[in-house]
C-alpha cells in the first residue's frame, strides 16, 4: 500500500508560499517522480501551500528528502524559523489518510421517526385537564 506524506509551508511577511511553490513547484515533483512517487498534489491555502506526494514506502519518501535540490528549495521557504513542516500523511487541514464516513447523531441531534395517526394513542378528556395549567 501507498503511503501519503506532506510538505507545508507556510506565508511569512516576507514572502509567499505560493510564490515558493511556483518558484520550486517544477524541481520538486519532478525529483518526487524520480524517486518512485506514484501521485502528487498541490494545494495553496490561505495560511501556506501544501506538497503532497504518494510514495511506495518510507525509503522513498526518505530518497526524495535527501536529494540536493530539495534540501535546496526546502532552505528556500519564506520563513526559514516556523515556516515549514514535514509529516506523514495528507496535509493542511484534511485529516486522515481514510475519508471520514457520516456518522448518526447523538442526543438532541437525532429525531425520531414521526409516528402515523394510527398508531398515537388516545387521549381522553380526563388526561388533558391533569396537565393543562389553566
Given at each position: 500500500m501507498a503511503d501519503w506524506y506532506s510538505i507545508e509551508v507556510s506565508n511569512s511577511a516576507s514572502g509567499s508560499a505560493r510564490t515558493w511553490s511556483e518558484a520550486y513547484g517544477d524541481v520538486l515533483t519532478g525529483i518526487?517522480?524520480?524517486e518512485g512517487a506514484t501521485s502528487w498534489a498541490w494545494r495553496h491555502e490561505s495560511w501556506g501551500s501544501?506538497?503532497?506526494?504518494?510514495?511506495?514506502?518510507?525509503a522513498a519518501?526518505?530518497?526524495?528528502?535527501?536529494?540536493?535540490?530539495?534540501?535546496?528549495?526546502?532552505e528556500a521557504i519564506p520563513d526559514p524559523v516556523n515556516g515549514l513542516s514535514i509529516h506523514p500523511g495528507r496535509g493542511g487541514s484534511s485529516g486522515s489518510r481514510d475519508p471520514r464516513r457520516?456518522?448518526?447523531?447523538?442526543?438532541?441531534?437525532?429525531?425520531?421517526?414521526?409516528?402515523?395517526?394510527?398508531?398515537?394513542?388516545?387521549?381522553?378528556?380526563?388526561?388533558?385537564?391533569?396537565?393543562?395549567?389553566?
Open positions: 518526487a517522480l524520480a501544501v506538497l503532497e506526494v504518494e510514495v511506495s514506502d518510507e519518501w526518505t530518497r526524495f528528502l535527501t536529494v540536493d535540490a530539495v534540501k535546496a528549495s526546502l457520516p456518522r448518526p447523531r447523538i442526543g438532541s441531534g437525532a429525531a425520531s421517526v414521526p409516528l402515523s395517526v394510527e398508531d398515537q394513542p388516545e387521549v381522553m378528556p380526563e388526561q388533558t385537564r391533569i396537565f393543562s395549567r389553566g
